[in-house]
């Protein structure tokens, strides 16, 4: 156990619909690293957070977006969701962006 | 851009040694890892290394790094079925805040 908690684990949803991923850092940790895997892209860093201010930023849509709140969880948001948006997706955290990440268990999304 | 690249599949008879290779193109990176993948799981930190080592050791585990021509390894001593699973080589970005960059992945078949 990483210590790093992402809920839900699963989720089915619908083209076009919206969904909010829950990422829980690590006690202590200040920085928070979401990523996307899929079978075509690999994984892939989407958007990095260190004590709720965005610090980098990768390959994340438009459509997605992110925020770290002041207790420190993170909420990935995916809209107009497409059947390409099916992955997993990846939430890590150190504590302070510069030393090795650990990764949650992950959240399958799958869009039908 | 930076890129990462892995052998995608290796088979291997139980208790012999696994060698899995990365070879990347970034040569600023800090740290270099190992993460470990097994079925419907999240991503486990097996090892890093730093730029500045050659070699690391962790019980069955060594990692070897050949800064000249960019070829990182892991080798695992006397394989056990439980080591089957996909194991990702990853690079810190060079532009910092420890964004990881991450091949492909090896999937490691261990046999009897």
């Known amino acids: 156990d990483s210590g790093v908690t992402q809920t839900p684990k699963h989720l089915i949803t619908a083209t076009g619909q919206r969904v909010t991923l829950r990422c829980s850092p690590r006690?202590?940790?200040?920085?928070v690293y979401w990523y996307q895997q899929s079978l075509d892209q690999g994984l892939q860093f989407l958007i990095q957070y260190y004590n709720g201010e965005e610090r980098a930023k990768g390959n994340i849509l438009e459509r997605f977006s992110a925020q770290q709140f002041p207790d420190l969880h993170s909420e990935l948001n995916l809209s107009s969701l497409e059947l390409g948006d099916s992955a997993l997706y990846f939430c890590?955290?150190?504590?302070?962006?510069?030393?090795?990440?650990?990764f949650g268990q992950g959240t399958r999304l799958t869009v039908v | 851009g930076e890129d990462v690249e892995q052998s995608l599949f290796l088979s291997v008879r139980e208790g012999d040694s696994s060698v899995i290779n990365c070879t990347y193109t970034?040569?600023?990176?800090?740290?270099l890892y190992w993460y470990k993948q097994e079925p419907g799981a999240g991503l486990q930190l097996l090892t890093y290394?730093?730029?500045?080592?050659d070699m690391k050791q962790d019980q069955r585990l060594t990692v070897l790094l050949n800064k000249k021509d960019k070829h990182l390894s892991l080798r695992i001593a006397d394989t056990q079925t439980g080591d089957s699973a996909i194991y990702f080589c990853a690079l810190t970005h060079s532009g910092g805040y420890n964004k990881l960059i991450f091949g492909a992945g090896t999937r490691l078949a261990v046999h009897p």
């Open positions: 290394i730093f730029s500045n080592m």
């Open positions: 890590a955290s150190n504590p302070t962006g510069d030393t090795e990440a650990f």
């Open positions: 970034d040569s600023s990176s800090t740290y």
């Open positions: 006690s202590g940790d200040l920085s």
